[in-house]
């Protein structure tokens, strides 16, 4: 089974500067990953699939990278709006399944 | 505009049963794939359920021979029958739409069980 790992598990950074989230599969899936938003009492947000396509109308300052093993999510220049939980996701279309890391909380600095 | 809304949480005993809907509008259920994913209080997600358009069923190892994925197509509705609940189980349930993956999202029913 694989299984996804992000950090960190917290991460402090201040409005306007860039935030760097990590996640690295215990062997390789291609591109089949997502990034999701999540926050307080709120469902998760689909942000992100196929490792780096951005859902419609997702801002530009949000970016994900990456293949195989290690992916990235980047935001360029952090918004109050954008404090949040983030959840990477492996996702396998047949047979469907569907596998989340522990998530990275990126906090206010 | 796309919608779920789910509904049927509560608190349950160990080892009763609940069944969880999902109102779906703005898209038909009948051609999309649907799924079931769940939080513990205070945890992350976890997959729970995938139904195919062809009605073909996927369920987590956690939950294989005690939940049960369906659908109503003629209500446009998706549920979970959950039997043989275990206190693990408690966590808000989260119905969505399967496309690439999970894209749009219901709010939630959370399900406690407990004596």
């Known amino acids: 089974e694989i299984v996804m790992t992000q950090s960190p598990a917290t991460l402090s950074v201040s409005p306007g500067e860039r935030a760097t989230l990590s996640c690295r599969a215990s062997?390789?899936?291609?591109?089949?990953l997502a990034w999701y938003q999540q926050k307080p009492g709120q469902a998760p947000r689909l942000l992100i699939y196929g490792a780096s396509t951005r859902v419609t109308g997702l801002p530009a300052r949000f970016s994900g990278s990456g293949s195989g093993t290690e992916f990235t999510l980047t935001i360029s220049s952090l918004q109050s709006e954008d404090f949040a939980v983030y959840y990477c996701?492996?996702?396998?279309?047949?047979?469907?399944?569907?596998?989340f890391g522990q998530g990275t909380k990126l906090e206010i600095k | 505009e796309v919608q779920l809304v789910e509904s049927g949480g509560g608190l349950i005993q160990p080892g009763g049963s609940l069944r969880l809907s999902c109102a779906a509008s703005g898209f038909t259920v009948s051609s999309n794939y649907m799924s079931w994913v769940r939080q513990a209080p205070g945890k992350g997600l976890e997959w729970v359920s995938f139904i195919h358009s062809g009605a073909s069923t996927y369920y987590a190892d956690s939950v294989k021979g005690r939940f049960t994925i369906s659908r109503d197509l003629s209500k446009n509705m998706v549920y979970l029958q959950m039997n043989s609940l275990k206190a693990e189980d408690t966590a808000v349930y989260y119905c969505a739409r399967v496309t690439v993956t999970q894209d749009y999202w219901g709010q939630g029913t959370l399900v406690t069980v407990s004596s």
């Open positions: 062997q390789s899936v291609g591109s089949n």
């Open positions: 996701q492996l996702y396998s279309s047949w047979p469907p399944k569907y596998t």
